[in-house]
């Protein structure tokens, strides 16, 4: 059985199209080439359906990703939301305060270190025996930490400070400009 054969004409007003859209079609290779001037309807309408088809298939594609983009957008204000609750509830702690805290503790651990030679240095010379001068050192470094440990020392007007401080903290040598530790023995 043959399809119908149609004019131009026809098949642009059966799909709604001008005769240009019709003939883009055709070049496209969508609807089947004419011969003499008329169409097959059969072909024609096939053609074009199988193009509407794809062209669907194509727009849910990117609706999906449209959805999935939107839901990702959703999920990071949602997230944003909670920190924002979180961080009213008290229960996050900014970057900045916990530097500063952390800048204090530092330079207060620093100073006390730095105390240690000075404050041990007349109870070490007194001593007689290494086991003693050992234990004085040692009971100096375990009442710094302990101290260090507990947080004491550190007024709050220093945390405040802390982070303008820290720029300016540099080693003990760089402080000092002596080297740590003994001198190597020349041989």
């Excluded at 199209?17 to 096939?46: D, S």
């Excluded at 709050?156 to 400009?177: F, M, P, R, V, W």
Aim: charged share 30%; glycine share 8%; net charge negative.
């Amino acid at each position: 059985m043959s399809s119908p054969v149609v004019s131009l004409a026809v098949i642009a007003k059966l799909f709604n199209l001008t005769g240009r859209r019709v003939q883009q079609l055709v070049a496209e290779g969508i609807i089947p080439r004419a011969e003499k001037g008329k169409y097959e309807l059969v072909p024609c309408v096939r053609g074009y359906i199988s193009y509407l088809q794809e062209r669907a298939v194509g727009k849910s594609v990117e609706d999906i990703d449209t959805n999935k983009e939107r839901g990702r957008l959703l999920k990071a204000q949602a997230d944003k939301v909670d920190l924002e609750v979180a961080a009213l509830r008290g229960e996050l702690v900014p970057i900045d305060k916990t530097q500063a805290v952390w800048t204090a503790y530092l330079a207060n651990c620093r100073a006390k270190l730095l105390a240690i030679p000075h404050k041990l240095a007349p109870r070490v010379l007194l001593a007689k025996e290494v086991a003693e001068v050992q234990a004085i050192i040692e009971g100096e470094i375990h009442e710094c930490l302990t101290e260090l440990a507990g947080g004491d020392g550190i007024p709050e007007q220093d945390i405040e400070s802390a982070a303008d401080d820290a720029e300016n903290l540099g080693t003990a040598t760089e402080i000092d400009g002596e080297r740590v530790g003994r001198s190597i023995p020349s041989a």
